[in-house]
């Protein structure tokens, strides 16, 4: 990993692209990465070294089963977020502290089949949301609380289904490395 220089470590995918306007044919895209990122992180770790879950992706990150972990904690997360802004005027958010949420002491306890039942279980509700909301709802907002940034449902989708992709981007990059 030494010869891989850092920024490509964290962002293997590069870093997510704040989109101006979102068109329905790019947030029917973005539905359609959310529905299937479960399905495609179980066939990953079903290809990876179960010993892969205790080392980090990369040095100083999170081991897998944290990261693992992680996504089913933030993506949840984005599923309130989105009720939120559904049904309150721009609400502001509660904002979490992922990095302490990763050493929780279930974390290391929880096998990560758990968490890919979680997002397998999250993700069809979520989708189920998506698709039913109307034009003038992916305008609807929230406000982030630290940032004190805007953001539209419209933007979110995009980031969500970015995030994914990004995590398991760490994981299958981290596994062609590894490779015995």
């Known amino acids: 990993m030494n010869d891989i ?3 490509r470590l964290k962002y293997p995918i590069g870093r997510f692209q704040w989109p101006h306007n979102i068109s329905p044919e790019e947030i029917e895209s973005k539905i359609q990465e959310i529905a299937t990122f479960p399905q495609q992180l179980r066939a990953q770790l079903a290809a990876m070294n179960p010993s892969f879950l205790q080392e980090s992706y990369r040095p100083g990150g999170w081991t897998i089963q944290q990261l693992l972990h992680h996504v089913a904690d933030s993506h949840t997360n984005a599923y309130i977020r989105f009720k939120w ?3 309150e005027d721009a609400p502001t958010i509660k904002a979490y502290d992922e990095k302490a949420w990763a050493l929780t ?20 509700r979520w989708v189920s949301l998506l698709k039913s909301l109307s ?9 982030h609380p630290e940032s004190g940034k805007i953001y539209t449902l419209g933007v979110t989708v995009a980031l969500y289904a970015w995030h994914g992709k990004h995590h398991l981007a760490h994981i299958t990059e981290f596994e062609k490395r590894n490779r015995d």
């Open 5 to 7: 220089p850092t920024e």
């Open 105 to 124: 002491p279930e974390i290391q306890q929880t096998p990560v089949e758990e968490s890919v039942h979680l997002l397998e279980a999250l993700h069809k």
């Open 135 to 143: 034009p003038t709802d992916w305008s609807k907002t929230f406000v």
């Open 85 to 87: 802004a559904l049904t």
